[in-house]
């Protein structure tokens, strides 16, 4: 063999090597990455606490539950159809801060996964709460930051259901340390 032809074998293996990621993506469902694309600006408008954003991405009959905040606050989080659960997100912070938009609010996400017309995005659930929850005034600033999993179903590019589950038991121990920290 010579010289040159062995230098072109190892460097067709290479260039196959690197490409082989991207020639795979490229061939990849279509509608799959539109939906994927899709739950991550939802996502980024979730985070920015942009309501009005959001409705841009349900279809009428869109579903939202939470089973999770269900149980942990004894109330109902399941809402049907976009002006129902629109303002229900409107409505979550209301009179508790200026605009009804936390100063601090940030998902910050770790993990996004596809099946069929599932988005799953494994995410980190980080917020200001208004401090008249817990007491009648107070400068501090209640934080917290809990693990967080919210599945969109996506069809002809809407998003048809929305469920979040929260660590809200890990979320009632940090309020409950800064509440007793902040006493003393």
Known sequence: M???????????YFVLLILTPFLFYSQSDPESQSSKIIALKYME?????????????????????????????????????????????KGVFKNGFENEKPPYVDFRIEKVFESGSF?????????????SWFKESSLERILISIPFLTILQIENGKII???????????MKQIQVQITNNKE
């Open 45 to 89: 408008a979730y985070g920015d606490w942009d309501f009005d954003t959001m409705k841009t991405f349900y279809a009428e009959n869109i579903h939202f539950e939470d089973p999770t905040g269900s149980e942990a606050f004894n109330q109902k989080f399941d809402f049907n159809g976009i002006e129902e659960v629109y303002n229900f997100f």
């Open 161 to 171: 259901s929305h469920a979040d589950y929260g660590g809200y038991d890990n979320y």
């Open 2 to 12: 010579s010289l040159i032809y062995q230098f072109q074998t190892k460097s067709a």
């Open 119 to 131: 988005v799953i995005i494994n995410s980190t659930f980080e917020c200001q709460l208004p401090n």
